[in-house]
C-alpha cells in the first residue's frame, strides 16, 4: 500500500468522501468474513436438516465470544483513533500494546469455558439429541481457535482505527479464499482429508483465523500499515488498560447481552420443532449478510467520528453519522425488496426441504419490516460507541432485548395463534424500539462531550 494513502489525513477533506473511502474496504472485507460462514452454511446443508440447526444454534455463541471480544475491542479502536486524530501515533501505538495484553488476558479466560460446557450450554436450550451432539462438535473446535479469532480482531481493529482499511480488506480476502477452499475437503473427506462433517467446518474456521492472526500481527510489527508497533518502549499500564476497559465493557455487555438474548429466542423457539429452529438459525446467517453494510458503514462513521473529535471538530463527527445513516437506509430499503419477492430461492440456497423452505420464507417475510431500521441501529450505535460513549448504546440494547424483545417473544406465541411466527415478530418490534432509541440519543448530541 502507497505510503501517501496511509498518511491520509481523515478529519479533512469531503465527509462523504472519508466515509466512503473507510467503509468499501471494510463492506468488501467483512463481506469476505461472512461469504465463508454463508458457504459452510451452504455445505453443512447438505449434511441435513440436525447439523443446519446445531451449526446455526451453536454459532450462536460463537457470535457471543466474538461480541464479548468486538465489544473490548471498542475501547482500543476509540482511543487510537482520537490519538491519530489528535496527530500523536506514538501514544496509539502505546494504547495498541496494551491492547495485546488484554487479547492475551480473555482468550486466556474464555477458550476453556466453550471447550468444556459446550454440551451442557446447549443441552440447556432444550434441543434435541442430534442437535445438540451436532452443534457441540462444531462449538468446541471454534472455542478452542478463539485465540486466533482475537488476535485477528484486535490487529484488524488497530489498523481500522489508525485509518488503514485498505491491508485488513487484503488480508480477509485472502485467508477468506483459503477458508472456502479447504472447508469441503474438512466436511465431506475429499482426497486425502478425513470426513469431519461440522467439525471440518469449524476447524476450517480456526484455520483461516490463525492465518489472518498471523498476516495482521506481521503488517503491524513490520510497518507496513499506518502504525508500527514495536516491544521496544513496552510497559504495562494499568491506567490505559482500564481506560480502554472503562469504554470497551459496556460494549462488550451490550455485545454479549445480545447474544444470550438470541439464545433465548432460540429456546422460546425449540418447542416448534427443528424446522422451525433450522429456519431460526439460517434467519441469523440470512441477517448477517445484510447487515454487514450497515455494520460497516456504522465502522467507518465510528472512525471518523473519534478522529475527527480527537481533532476538535465536533459538527464533522456528527455529519459523519448522519451521511451513513442515510447511506444504509438505501442499502436496507433494496434488501427489503429483495427479501419480500424472492424469499423462497433465499432459503432453497441452502437447503431444499419443503418443510424448511415453507417456514424459513414465512420468517424472511416478516423479518423484511425490521431490516428498515436494522441499518440505522448498527449504525448509531458504533458511531456513539466510536466517541468512546458506550455506556447509552449498553443501556438501549439491554432494553431493546430483555424489556421488549424476549417478553413480548414469550407471551405473542401464547396470547395469539402465531405460533413460532410470533416470535419473529418480537424481535422485528424490538428493533424499531431500539432504532428510535439510537435516533433520539444521537440526534441531542451529548456523546460529543465525552471525555476518553
Known amino acids: ?43 453443512v446443508g447438505r449434511l441435513g436438516v440436525a447439523p443446519i440447526a446445531g451449526v446455526g444454534i451453536a454459532g450462536i455463541a460463537v457470535m457471543l465470544l466474538m461480541s464479548a471480544r468486538m465489544g473490548l475491542s471498542t475501547g482500543t479502536k476509540a482511543m487510537i483513533a482520537r ?32 471447550v468444556i460446557f459446550a454440551e451442557p450450554i446447549l443441552s440447556l436450550l432444550g434441543l434435541e439429541a442430534d442437535v445438540v451432539s451436532e452443534g457441540a462438535a462444531y462449538m468446541r473446535i471454534m472455542f478452542a481457535g478463539s485465540a486466533a479469532m482475537s488476535f485477528w480482531w484486535m490487529s484488524e481493529t488497530i489498523m481500522w482505527a489508525s485509518g488503514d482499511v485498505i491491508n485488513p480488506m487484503k488480508i480477509s480476502i485472502f485467508i477468506r479464499c483459503v477458508h472456502i477452499a479447504l472447508g469441503p475437503f474438512l466436511i465431506f473427506g475429499w482426497w486425502i482429508f478425513p ?87 439460517l434467519m441469523q446467517r440470512v441477517e448477517m449478510m445484510l447487515f454487514m453494510p450497515s455494520w460497516d458503514l456504522g465502522m467507518a462513521a465510528g472512525v471518523l467520528v473519534g478522529q475527527n473529535l480527537g481533532a476538535h ?27 419480500l ?26 423479518a423484511a419490516a ?29 432494553v431493546m432485548m430483555w424489556v421488549v424483545q424476549l417478553p413480548l417473544a414469550f407471551l405473542l406465541p401464547r396470547i395469539t395463534n402465531l405460533g413460532a411466527y410470533g416470535v419473529r415478530w418480537a424481535m422485528v418490534i424490538g428493533l424499531v424500539v431500539g432504532a428510535a432509541a439510537y435516533i433520539i440519543y444521537f440526534w441531542r448530541g451529548r456523546w460529543k462531550r465525552k471525555k476518553i
Open 1 to 43: 500500500m502507497k505510503r501517501d494513502a496511509l498518511e491520509r489525513d481523515w478529519t479533512k477533506g469531503s465527509i462523504t468522501r472519508n466515509l466512503l473511502s473507510l467503509s468499501w474496504p471494510m463492506i468488501i472485507a467483512d463481506g469476505a468474513w461472512l461469504l465463508g460462514y454463508i458457504i459452510d452454511l451452504i455445505w
Open 313 to 339: 471538530q465536533p459538527k464533522q463527527a456528527e455529519r459523519s453519522g448522519w451521511l451513513a445513516a442515510g447511506f444504509t437506509e438505501v442499502i436496507m430499503l433494496i434488501s427489503s425488496v429483495v427479501v
Open 341 to 366: 419477492l424472492w424469499p423462497e430461492s433465499i432459503i432453497r440456497v441452502f437447503n431444499t426441504e419443503p418443510g424448511l423452505v415453507e417456514v424459513g420464507s414465512a420468517f424472511l417475510r416478516i
Open 83 to 114: 490519538f491519530v486524530g489528535a496527530g500523536n501515533p506514538d501514544e496509539a501505538n502505546h494504547v495498541a500494546m496494551q491492547a495485546i495484553v488484554v487479547s492475551v488476558a480473555y482468550t486466556i479466560v474464555v477458550a476453556p469455558i466453550g
Open 195 to 281: 470426513r469431519m462433517g461440522v467439525s471440518g467446518a469449524a476447524l476450517s474456521n480456526v484455520a483461516a483465523q490463525s492465518l489472518g492472526m498471523t498476516l495482521g500481527l506481521w503488517f503491524l510489527f513490520t510497518g507496513r500499515t499506518r502504525l508500527r508497533l514495536t516491544l521496544r518502549n513496552f510497559r504495562l499500564d494499568p491506567n490505559i488498560i482500564w481506560r480502554m476497559l472503562k469504554i470497551g465493557i459496556p460494549a462488550s455487555i451490550m455485545g454479549i447481552q445480545r447474544s444470550l438474548g438470541n439464545l433465548a429466542l432460540t429456546w422460546f423457539m425449540a418447542p416448534f420443532g427443528t424446522f422451525a429452529l433450522a429456519a431460526h438459525s
Open 370 to 398: 425490521g431490516y428498515l431500521v436494522l441499518g440505522l441501529t448498527a449504525v448509531f450505535q458504533m458511531s456513539i460507541s466510536g466517541a468512546g460513549d458506550t455506556l447509552p448504546p449498553m443501556v438501549i440494547s439491554l
